[in-house]
């Protein structure tokens, strides 16, 4: 790669946005105010900011392989917790994508080195819906669900973090958005998770409330 392309397109960047609105760059310092907590796959083919025809300044991102929202990942906590409690924003969407190489390696597992502990959450997601997963001999078609249902697990988790919690029996914020890109088309679909209901399901569980202050 010739990095020094990239360098000239960076200042082609700027003068075409420099060009639309000579103060782009001073409003930009100023701050961000975005509404949207997006967490969604580091796959170098899924561009959070261009698959939602966003601006920079605009959505908060978080970026794993096959877009997880593990309990003990520091990293995560610390950008929720940033994202909801001082960027107050009003939005969490879960991303995933179709021919996610971390799902495929959940359906076909190996030894992957370190790798293997980060997929475990992933293999988690097929146990939890083995027998539905099963059912399906298409492979393409039980690939696609594998990663819709993770889609809908990460949801699951990011209701149990009590950044999240607090923020939602306080403010009703943030809601909670599951959507799937797709590589093959470019379109990006809701999955349209009744996520509350869904956690109502396991609230005894998980509900934080009566701890929160």
């Known amino acids: 790669m010739d990095f020094k392309t990239i360098f000239e397109n960076n200042c082609a960047w700027i003068a075409q946005k420099t060009e639309s609105d000579p103060s782009y760059f001073e409003k930009l310092a100023k701050g961000q105010n975005p509404e949207i907590l997006y967490i969604g796959c580091s796959d170098s083919r899924v561009t959070a900011e261009d698959l ?21 990942d520091s990293n995560l906590n610390a950008v929720t917790q940033y994202a909801v409690q001082y960027l107050k924003v009003k939005h969490i969407v879960i991303c995933g994508h179709y021919e996610c190489g971390g799902i495929k390696a959940a359906l076909h597992p190996s030894d992957m080195g370190q790798l293997n502990s980060w997929l475990q959450t992933l293999r988690d997601v097929y146990r939890l819906h083995q027998a539905e997963l099963d059912a399906i001999t298409n492979e393409q078609v039980k690939f696609d669900r594998l990663v819709e249902l993770n889609v809908q697990e990460q949801c699951m988790n990011i209701i149990k973090i009590d950044h999240v ?41 998980y509900d934080l409330k009566p701890n929160l202050t």
Do not use: C
């Open 52 to 72: 939602m025809g966003m601006q920079p300044g605009e959505v908060f991102i978080h970026r794993n392989v096959a877009n997880l929202v593990v309990s003990t």
């Open 165 to 205: 919690q607090r923020a939602w029996y306080a403010t009703g914020f943030p809601r909670i958005h599951g959507w799937v890109f797709d590589v093959r088309t470019g379109r990006l679909k809701d999955l349209e998770l009744k996520v509350e209901e869904l956690f109502s399901e396991i609230r005894g569980i």
